[in-house]
């Protein structure tokens, strides 16, 4: 040991999902979506003058925050980017949980908040889910620091209404709520609907499902102006050139195809509801899936063989080897043709 690791914070980091370094795989573990960024995505990218590069970009977002204020229908002021949803989670965790009292989450949701609380040195509690995996609301009605957790909820794919989520913002005026809708647009209704109503509610998006773009590391959070105000602040006292050129050029011409996006969030719902079915006939049990991906449990086959059987066809899934999660796997919803080879494989290994 060297000296200076005794200085050194210590941290269990987060394990993101296997990035496979060949593309000759059904890659059916990271949530990504199967389909394209829309076509002016792409048409951007060619227009894009590479001179731009050299210059710093701008820290103030504009043509990516103007993009989204006016896609969701709101005020510029209200609205905050990042280097994908995952930055603009740590900068709220930054700027909102400083209080003596414990931050709320789920037992059994996205890892990357336990990380996050202990590499800041938040103090934290992790109610657990009830028997069916769901929140219950009445676990966050205590004293807190704040509460952070995602709707649908990952990885179970259970979706709580919009009266739910309200119920605990309503529960909390002085703590920051913050609702985490990485998958909302497969299912469910956003609670920005709610943001004008409750100052405390802060409602996270991300384009790395939905919108095709993981690969480009864009996210945004909509909420009171008071509240992207002093993100902004932290952003500033941090990294103020947080979003590369690119990124914003292309964040917002994502935004203009609306169709586009419908569409393709259609076809991964159309799919999901057929996985549903066929995954049924194979014996497979699952939580109700409002996301783009499906938590599945098999009859008698334990989840750890499936997963390893699948990955040494170059077939990737999730698997979680955690207390009540660890006879699942977490299958992302593909193309249909992807998710034909996952079936034909199933029917005949657990057949």
Known sequence: MYPWQKNVRKVDPYVPGEQPKTLDVTKLNTNENPYPPAPGVAEALKTMDADLFRRYPDPDASILVDALAKTYHVKKEQVFVGVGSDDVIAMSFMTFFNSDQPVLFPDVTYAFYKVWAEMLQIPYETPALDENFRIRAEDYKKPNGGIIFPNPNAPTSIYEPLSFVEDIVKANPDSVVI????????GGTSALSLIDKYDNLLVVQTYSKSRSMAGMRIGFCIGNEALIAALNAVKNSYNSYTMSEAALTLGAAALADEAYFKETTGKIVRTREEAKKRL???DFTFLPPM???????????????????LRAEGIFVRYFDKPRINNYLRITIGTPEQMEKLYTFLKKYVG
């Open 280 to 282: 049924t006939e194979l």
């Open 291 to 309: 996301a783009n991906f499906i938590f599945a449990s098999h009859k008698t086959v334990a989840a750890k063989e499936l997963f390893e059987a």
């Open 179 to 186: 609702v985490d809708e990485a998958y909302i647009d497969f």
